[in-house]
Structure formats: C-alpha cells, structure tokens
C-alpha cells in the first residue's frame, strides 16, 4: 500500500506501509542481526529474552572472528559501520602447543577467509551489546525477564499468530522467529518428541575465564598471538586474550563424553592428583583452571540428522535461526559462530524483503530459509565434529611415532598445508 502525497501538480512524496508485527525468542548474534534487519526495513520487531538483564554480557569472552565481508553485511542490515569498528580489533596470530606448552604451529591465516582480507577479533560479549545498542535506536524492543511459552494462530483466520509470554500476550504477528533451542517454536515445528529421537555425537565441553592467568601461558601469547590452542591425550583447551592491555584469558576444554572433568576442574593444585584427565595437565594450566571464574560445564550434542518438519507446520508463520536450526563451532575452535549466524540473517532478509518490504507469501519464505540454512550449517557441523576428532586422534599417535616431527602429524590431522592454514584454527 503506497499513501502519496500531492503538493499542487507534483508529488511531494512516497510512504511505504511496514510490514507487520513480529517476535523474535532470545537474544543472540543472529537475532539481534535479524532484528536489526527488519527494523531497517519498517518491521515492528519485539525480542523476548528470559534472562532478567543484559549484565551477562559483560563477562561473555567468547572469540569471534569477524571478517571484512561479515562488517559489510551487517552494514547491508543497517548497523552502523562506526559503532561496529569501536567494538572490533585486528586478528593476529594463532599457535599450536603440546601438552608441555611446546610451539608446534602458528600462523596468521584465518580459514574462511581471503588471504588479503582484513580479518577482526572481539568478544561476543561486546558484539552483542554493540549490535543491542543499535537495535534499540532503531527502536526495537527487548522484554528482559521474561520467557515464552506457547505459540498459536489466531482464531480469525487472517494467518497470523499469537505469542503467550510472561506478563502478556503479543497479538496479530506476521513471523515468530526462534533463536533459542529449546521453546515451543521447535515443538510447532518439528516435535520436541521427534527432535528427542536424533541421535548424537556428544562431547564434554567447559569454559572459563581467569583474570590473573599465570605467566607460562601469558608467555604463550607474546608477542603478537591472540588465541592458543593446547593438545593434549583426551584434550583440546582453546585459549583467547580478549583483552590487551590485561592478564585475563578465556578458554573453552573439548574432550570426548564421560571423562569426569566437572569433577577434576575444582580441584586445587596441591590436592589429590587423581583422574584422568588432570594428570596430563601442564602444572600452568592447573594453575589456569585453579583461578578461573564462571566455569561452565556442558555436554554439546551435534545432532547426526535434521528432524523431519511436521505436516502440520508447514504453513506456520514460525521459523527458526542461528544455532537453534544446527550449532556451529560449539567448541570455539573457528570462532565462526557469530560469523554464521550474520550471514543467516542477512539470507533471512534478503528472501523475505524486497526493496523495503515483503511481497511473498511468508511461510514458504520461511521453509526455504530453513532448508538451505540446515544444508550449508550441516556441512559445518561436520567439518567441527572432524576437527574435534582428528586433534583428540592426533594426539594419541604422537608418543608412539614421531617425536622428531611432532608438527606434521598436527598438520595431517588438521588438514593443514604447507603454505600455513589450517583447518582448524
């Protein structure tokens, strides 16, 4: 609908009607990107975020690489190039070490990347509240504290849907869409029965934070390295300087299911020895996890099939996106999980605005975008699982064959090359 203006015998000018209402569940990268996107595009957007504040923001130091092309689609969305650049820094180099904290790789080159392409590294703390900040001027909406709970259509038969939440109802929406895994989008859409029956490839993953890293690993980082990654036998620790000028150092501890670290981390260094895993610790990495904060224990599952969509559902104007669809780089290995999950969202807009708003029929729109963002995150998906796999693999070949050329195994196993890539940094 196009509501013209006439002043005297010219046009004055042109308004298009926006889109809609829409509700987006969860805060993350890829819905605050989305929700970013439909505003810019004239879209009533409202998040719905069961965490009662935005304060967890400041102490999540996950990596996260950002690409020039990555800042270019978000420019696409409607973020602010400035506001982004203030949250971002130039990535440096990237090292490999041993159990004992031996150098058996590093490099500067970022998979996924061109080789001339300026690559960045932030936090995905400070990319989220940057991204927030933005949301919010274009006047979107976030409902802290408070959490979804069932999705219906409305009874009016006009196709649209109804969100009950806490403290109210959101009425008359032309998309639901859902970043959180678990939630009753999922269950519209493929049964949370159904979606309990896939099997999985589950590994034991724990992260934390020290703000007082000891020197060994402050070692590791000099004099121009951003991120560490330490293979051990049954181990892969990921460590990240987020910040510069500080001794804090955030990592994340991959190893295979059942192996009772959530038991072993609290431990103090000079307590009982006992375990499996701590005993192949480097004394400076005990020391790490002995002074860490906010330590997470998790186990990740990496689904081995999608669950089919219900017959039901395929008219629904419920969609999901970014990791609730498939997760990427669970174990931080890449850093590529807000990278993926901008690149959805900018698909996600392109298929269902054109030039300024939406000319198609919105859930068939929808069931593409699922399709395709499935597809091409199953294929990361299983280049993560092969990573994990072939590090873990790699590392109990090492003693019994070559210790004379310990860095061409790790090379083998990685998938790297001679020219300095590897598949897995």
Not at 183 to 209: H, M, Q, R
Not at 278 to 294: G, I
Not at 346 to 372: I, K, N, Q, V, W
Request: charged content about 25%; overall charge negative.
């Amino acid at each position: 609908t196009v509501s013209v203006l006439y002043c005297g015998d010219a046009m004055a000018a042109a308004a298009i009607k926006p889109w809609g209402r829409s509700a987006i569940i969860g805060e993350t990268v890829s819905s605050l990107a989305l929700g970013i996107g439909m505003r810019w595009r004239e879209t009533i957007v409202q998040i719905v975020e069961k965490r009662p504040s935005p304060e967890w923001e400041l102490q999540e130091y996950r990596r996260c690489v950002v690409s020039h092309n990555t800042v270019r689609l978000l420019k696409d969305l409607g973020m602010t190039e400035q506001l982004l650049m203030k949250e971002l820094r130039p990535a440096r180099r990237w090292r490999f070490v041993s159990n004992e904290l031996e150098v058996m790789r590093e490099g500067d080159q970022y998979p996924g990347t061109a080789p001339s392409e300026a690559v960045f590294h932030t936090t995905e703390g400070k990319l989220l509240r940057s991204m927030r900040r933005e949301f919010l001027r274009f006047g979107g909406f976030i409902a802290w504290g408070t959490e979804a709970h069932d999705v219906a259509p409305l009874e009016d038969d006009e196709g649209l849907w109804e969100l009950h939440r806490d403290y109210g109802t959101a009425h008359s929406l032309e998309a639901i869409v859902a970043a959180a895994r678990h939630g009753p989008v999922i269950d519209v859409l493929y049964g949370l029965d159904e979606v309990a029956k896939v099997p999985t490839v589950d590994f034991d993953v724990s992260s934390g934070f020290s703000r007082t890293a000891p020197e060994p690993i402050l070692a590791l980082f000099k004099p121009d390295v951003d991120f560490v990654v330490a293979l051990g036998k049954g181990y892969i620790l990921h460590m990240f300087k987020p910040e510069l000028q500080t001794d804090l150092v955030s990592w994340r501890i991959t190893q295979p299911v059942n192996s009772n670290l959530e038991q072993e981390l609290p431990r103090q260094e000079s307590g009982d020895a006992g375990g499996d895993i701590r005993d192949h610790f480097h004394p400076a990495l005990r020391r790490l996890m002995a002074t860490s904060q906010k330590v997470v224990h998790d186990t990740v599952r990496l689904p081995a099939r999608p669950s089919p969509l219900l017959p039901d559902a395929r008219n629904a104007r419920l969609t999901m996106i970014g990791d609730s669809l498939y997760p990427v780089d669970a174990f931080e290995l890449r850093g590529d999980r807000a990278l993926v999950g901008i690149e959805d969202a900018t698909a996600f807009c392109r298929r269902m605005y054109s030039t300024r708003f939406h000319r198609g029929f919105a859930p068939s729109d929808m069931r593409e975008h699922e399709l395709d963002a499935i597809a091409k995150r199953a294929q990361l998906l299983q280049r993560d699982a092969h990573d994990v796999e072939s590090f873990l693999e790699a590392m109990r070949e090492l003693p019994a064959e070559a210790e004379a050329e310990p860095t061409r195994h790790v090379e083998d196993a990685a998938g790297g090359s001679s020219d300095g890539s590897t598949a897995a940094s």
